[in-house]
């Protein structure tokens, strides 16, 4: 009587360890699988992933902004990273109250920053990600940051066209009182530029007999000269 007491519970205890060993190789089957995910978008993408730890003032990075063929898998970390990277420099000092808000839960939003390589380049990085609390504490902030230099230089460089007359390259005449009145006010000196007019002779013939091509021509050659 014992054994057929016995039995049927050691048949259900294997049962149920059977069952718990095969839920733990499935938990490690879709463990691995989702690692691999995560390394084919990792590789595919010119993301940087982020994770800072507030406790530790620990910034772990996935990634590379160099040009290099960095290791995207391998894990970066910064020490003390509100010394070595926002008091030291690292981000310029305009962008710095924009990181602090971000790290302060201040803002959600998606921000520009810019970030300094040597003494006179940076990078243009967008940064975007959210804070993980431990009950109502910030614990963990996980995001990525995206290199946006060369937009950025695109949107300069139409930015300068629409500024510019397209024959002389020099500033339009609005443009150029703007900038002067930013400067200095009306003190040209004090905002080291100035105006100059001249009157070209003739321009109305020359256009109407020789065509808009060739008097554009002689003005762009003028600007040449004077820049």
Same mark, same amino acid.
Request: proline share 1%; with cysteine; charged share 35%.
């Given at each position: 009587?014992?054994?057929?007491?016995?039995?049927?519970?050691?048949?259900?205890?294997?049962?149920?360890?059977?069952?718990?060993?095969?839920?733990?190789?499935?938990?490690?089957?879709?463990?691995?699988?989702?690692?691999?995910?995560?390394?084919?978008?990792?590789?595919?993408?010119?993301?940087?992933?982020?994770?800072?730890?507030?406790?530790?003032?620990?910034?772990?990075?996935?990634?590379?902004?160099?040009?290099?063929?960095?290791?995207?898998?391998?894990?970066?970390?910064?020490?003390?990273?509100?010394?070595?990277?926002?008091?030291?420099?690292?981000?310029?000092?305009?962008?710095?109250?924009?990181?602090?808000?971000?790290?302060?839960?201040?803002?959600?939003?998606?921000?520009?920053?810019?970030?300094?390589?040597?003494?006179?380049?940076?990078?243009?990085?967008?940064?975007?990600?959210?804070?993980?609390?431990?009950?109502?504490?910030?614990?963990?902030?996980?995001?990525?940051?995206?290199?946006?230099?060369?937009?950025?230089?695109?949107?300069?460089?139409?930015?300068?066209?629409?500024?510019?007359?397209?024959?002389?390259?020099?500033?339009?005449?609005?443009? &150029?009182?703007?900038?002067?009145?930013?400067?200095? &006010?009306?003190?040209?000196?004090?905002?080291?530029?100035?105006?100059?007019?001249?009157?070209?002779?003739?321009?109305?013939?020359?256009?109407?007999?020789?065509?808009?091509?060739?008097?554009?021509?002689?003005?762009?050659?003028?600007?040449?000269?004077?820049?």
């Amino acid at each position: 009587i014992e054994f057929l007491l016995v039995c049927p519970v050691f048949m259900m205890a294997v049962k149920i360890e059977r069952e718990h060993l095969l839920r733990e190789e499935k938990l490690f089957v879709d463990l691995r699988a989702e690692e691999e995910r995560y390394r084919l978008a990792l590789e595919s993408s010119n993301d940087v992933i982020f994770e800072y730890d507030y406790f530790m003032d620990e910034f772990r990075y996935y990634g590379s902004f160099s040009r290099g063929n960095d290791d995207k898998n391998k894990c970066r970390i910064i020490e003390h990273y509100s010394d070595s990277m926002l008091a030291a420099g690292r981000v310029l000092p305009e962008d710095v109250q924009k990181v602090l808000d971000f790290k302060n839960g201040k803002t959600k939003d998606q921000f520009d920053m810019r970030l300094r390589v040597g003494e006179d380049n940076f990078y243009w990085i967008s940064v975007e990600g959210m804070i993980v609390y431990d009950h109502s504490h910030p614990a963990k902030l996980v995001g990525k940051m995206r290199d946006i230099t060369e937009e950025k230089k695109h949107e300069q460089k139409l930015l300068e066209n629409s500024q510019r007359d397209t024959v002389t390259n020099f500033y339009t005449w609005d443009v &150029g009182r703007r900038l002067l009145e930013q400067r200095g &006010g009306k003190d040209s000196a004090k905002a080291g530029m100035m105006f100059l007019y001249l009157k070209i002779c003739n321009m109305k013939e020359i256009d109407e007999k020789f065509g808009t091509v060739f008097s554009d021509a002689i003005v762009s050659r003028i600007s040449e000269i004077i820049w």
